[in-house]
């Protein structure tokens, strides 16, 4: 997928021009957060960069190396400000089509609050 063009018109691009709206976990320069719309667990948070990033393979290809170690710090921070250390919880990327990415715009998902499955 990193092969593609960026969509400005994708739906996180929209949420973080503020064209939607979003309820906010997490927010700096660097990074947004906020739950799903349609959660799949209690809790379910999606953390995108705020960069033009398509997927995780863009994003580790084409960020630096402090942006990335940041992205990750804060993904630990909402999981630990939400508990989700203590209870347990998951994280999730698709990379493409074939890997089940819908949006073309790097995310992450956290889930957790009970029920979820090891698969």
């Known amino acids: ?4 063009v960026y969509d400005n018109n ?3 691009a929209k949420i973080l021009r503020e064209e939607l709206s979003c309820k906010k976990v997490y927010e700096d320069e660097q990074i947004l957060a906020f739950e799903d719309k349609y959660p799949k667990a209690p809790t379910h948070i ?5 960069g ?4 995780f393979d863009d994003f580790i290809s084409s960020s630096s190396d ?3 170690l940041h992205f990750f710090k ?7 400000e939400h508990k989700l250390d203590k ?3 998951k994280l999730i990327t698709n990379h ?3 890997g089940g990415q819908e949006i073309p715009h790097f995310h992450i998902h956290i889930l957790g609050g009970g029920g979820l499955r090891i698969d």
């Open 1 to 4: 997928m990193n092969s593609l």
């Open 10 to 12: 994708n739906v996180f």
């Open 46 to 50: 999606l953390v995108i960069p705020k």
């Open 52 to 55: 033009n990033y398509i997927s």
């Open 66 to 68: 402090d942006n990335m």
């Open 74 to 80: 804060v993904i630990r921070k909402i999981a630990c």
């Open 87 to 89: 209870t347990g919880y």
């Open 96 to 98: 493409g089509e074939g």
